[in-house]
Every structure is written in C-alpha cells, then in structure tokens.
C-alpha cells in the first residue's frame, strides 16, 4: 500500500487519467480556438501557443503517406498494450521502485494522447484552416476516418530565435531558431518518462 492507505496501482491510474486529461483538454481548446498557424506569446518570443497538425509522430515530424500514418497508429497501439501488460507485471513485484511505474505510465499516457488524435480526431472535428477554426461534431461531417486524425501540437519555446552576423561561417546573415519543434503535453509526457527512467533508473533495467 502507498501512502494514506492507496494502493501503488490506484497512484499510476490517477497520473495516467490526470496526465490525459490535460492533453485533451488542451488539444481541444487550441483545436476549436485557433486557426491553422496562428500562435500567441505566453512568456515573451521564447514560450508561444502555435497550433499545428501533424500525421502523428512527436515533435510535428511526418512518415510519409496514408500507409505511413496507420503503421504509426497500430505501433502505438501495440506499445501501449505492451506497456500496460509491463506496468500489471511490475505491479506484483513489490520491490519495483515506484519511480520506474511513475515513468513507464508517463510514457504509456503520451503514447494514448496522440493515440486518441489520430483514431478519433478526424472523426469529430472539422477541417482547421489558416483562416477557419474546427468545430467539435460538425453537421457538415467530420474531416477523416478511423485511425487518420491529425495530432494536435501547441507549445513552442523558440528559446534563441536571431539572425545570425553576415560574417558569421556558413549560415551568416539567416535566421536561426533554436528547438524549432513544436509539441504537445502527451510529447511531453513520453519525452520526461523516458529521459527519467534512462537517467535514474537504469540500474533497474540493467539488472534485468
């Protein structure tokens, strides 16, 4: 039993929900409140809201094409069962350090975020345009089918975003953008669970 009498599994069902939650909740309000590109500054230039779509892969990157698109929605599919039937089997080893569940459901929930966009979104949104904003259950119809939504991203922090001296070597007098990427909170989520569990829990993996 974890503390105040709730159950280690009980724990990782709330972080998983709570995590998820979050990631829709966020995905929708951008999706039926900006436009296709339009982005505003949160914390000056260096944290903006930018809402894109992309086929399904973190950090805005494609793989190309319809048949690209369902593989990487069945991979994900397929690793979340598998993260699950891993996270039920460390669950009955009482010497499994919770770090190691608290980052394995970090990762099974950002894999189930972009998950719920791209088997579901083009099911019950609209098309967003650079100048028309989605609608949530359009009576005109949706904009895709089953397993070919397009993942929502927002959050962007151009931390160094200049142009660079014309004397400076190669790229002189272009613009230059530091961590160009563009993410969600369920990119988030799978990026912080692994960097965790590689940095400071790799000595329970090793000894696997």
């Known amino acids: 039993m974890g503390r105040k009498g709730i159950s280690r599994g009980k724990i990782i069902t709330i972080i998983i929900f709570a995590v998820l939650l979050l990631d829709q909740a966020f995905k929708i309000w951008i999706k039926t409140h900006f436009t296709l590109h339009q982005s505003v500054n949160v914390l000056g230039d260096w944290f903006q809201l930018c809402f894109v779509e992309n086929e399904g892969m973190a950090f805005g990157m494609v793989l190309g094409g319809d048949f690209g698109k369902l593989f990487l929605s069945l991979f994900r599919i397929v690793l979340s069962a598998g993260i699950i039937w891993y996270i039920r089997k460390l669950l009955k080893n009482p010497e499994t350090p919770m770090g190691v569940l608290v ?106």
């Open 103 to 208: 980052g394995l459901s970090m990762v099974l929930v950002g894999a189930l975020g972009n998950i719920i966009d791209s088997a579901f979104y083009g099911l019950i949104f609209s098309e967003s345009g650079v100048t028309s904003v989605a609608t949530l259950f359009p009576p005109e119809g949706s904009y895709g089918t089953f397993l070919h939504g397009k993942v929502v991203d927002m959050l962007y922090f151009p931390l160094v975003d200049t142009v660079l001296p014309d004397n400076f070597p190669i790229l002189g007098g272009r613009r230059f953008v530091f961590f160009q990427f563009i993410f969600n909170v369920a990119d988030s989520a799978i990026t912080c669970g692994a960097a965790y569990l590689l940095i400071f829990q790799y000595k329970f993996f090793s000894k696997k």
